[in-house]
């Protein structure tokens, strides 16, 4: 099994954390965990929006579908001090994402996730998911598989490139093109193949997605030649995934020339955008550089039984 490469962690034995859910021990402490309701929506959106760049994610999801709804595929928790000050967020459930400003509030919040039997992954910068598999595993609980990825950004100015003229908004009608392109990229990323997980589900998903206006495409002849997909849109980052280019159609300039366009457009209503790769892809590292994107951070995903 792959192991993450790690230094020493920081001090654990911590200060015990207290819950006010059924999750944690009741205990005279510190800070404290709970869900979170719509009422906190403005204060959670202004305690994610001091780093948006790595918050991206979870912000799309309260933009999206609220703090509380069954789209999120999850739970989002709070962990507060004694002052009532949020120390941390985290959005638990089949993706795990998480920021935190202090140690006790990345071990509170992992003592919640170690409950979540719908876990599938947990993402999140390099140091801070390393320390908070070090808490979450004392559960007992396993990775099935890791990956290392480096976050890149791409900000005014950049290259403009020839346009395509092809380049548009994905319609219903070519869902068929779209999703196994998708449910590949995924199964090569993951090792699960969302078609035979969860094919209902993953086919609504990619609906949505269209409907939403979030999925880019460029089709010719019947035959897709580029796709990339929004999967959160705020008016500080915009972040990208699935991008793809036919493999017969690559290394003739396509992919920069739809990516410079898309870049153009998007950078219209947001500051900066965003893409996670994979570290063992140098293709798709030179891809982005030449793209005009800059590293940013280096994030570990951990894929879970």
Request: charged share 25%; glycine share 6%; hydrophobic share 40%.
């Amino acid at each position: 099994m792959t192991q993450i490469e790690k230094t020493p962690s920081r001090n654990a034995l911590m200060t015990t954390v207290m819950a006010e859910t059924q999750y944690l021990p009741q205990a005279d402490v510190s800070v404290s965990v709970s869900k979170l309701t719509e009422q906190d929506r403005n204060e959670v959106l202004a305690f994610l929006a001091q780093r948006p760049l790595h918050t991206v994610a979870m912000v799309g999801f309260i933009h999206d579908n609220g703090l509380v709804s069954p789209l999120n595929r999850g739970t989002f928790h709070g962990c507060r001090n004694r002052q009532g000050r949020l120390e941390g967020v985290a959005l638990v459930g089949h993706a795990t994402l998480l920021e935190t400003t202090t140690d006790r509030a990345l071990e509170a919040l992992a003592e919640v996730a170690q409950t979540c039997t719908s876990a599938h992954m947990i993402m999140g910068e390099k140091e801070r998911i390393e320390d908070f598999w070090d808490y979450y595993a004392e559960g007992g609980l396993h990775m099935r598989h890791f990956c290392r990825e480096l976050l890149f950004e791409l900000q005014w100015p950049i290259e403009a490139l020839e346009e395509v003229s092809g380049l548009r908004l994905a319609t219903s009608d070519e869902l068929e093109l779209i999703i196994p392109v998708h449910a590949q990229m995924a199964f090569e990323e993951s090792g699960v193949n969302p078609l035979e997980r969860d094919p209902e589900g993953f086919r609504q998903r990619c609906v949505r997605r269209i409907e939403q206006g979030r999925t880019w495409v460029w089709i010719d002849g019947g035959e897709m030649v580029f796709k990339a997909d929004i999967v959160s849109d705020t008016s500080s980052v915009i972040y990208l995934e699935g991008v793809w280019t036919n493999s017969e159609r690559r290394s003739q300039g396509y992919g920069l020339r739809c990516m410079s366009q898309l870049a153009r457009t998007l950078l219209l209503r947001t500051q900066s955008v965003c893409v996670l790769v994979n570290e063992k892809n140098a293709k798709a590292r030179n891809f982005y550089q030449r793209a005009g994107y800059k590293l940013r951070a280096v994030y570990d995903t951990i894929f879970l039984n």
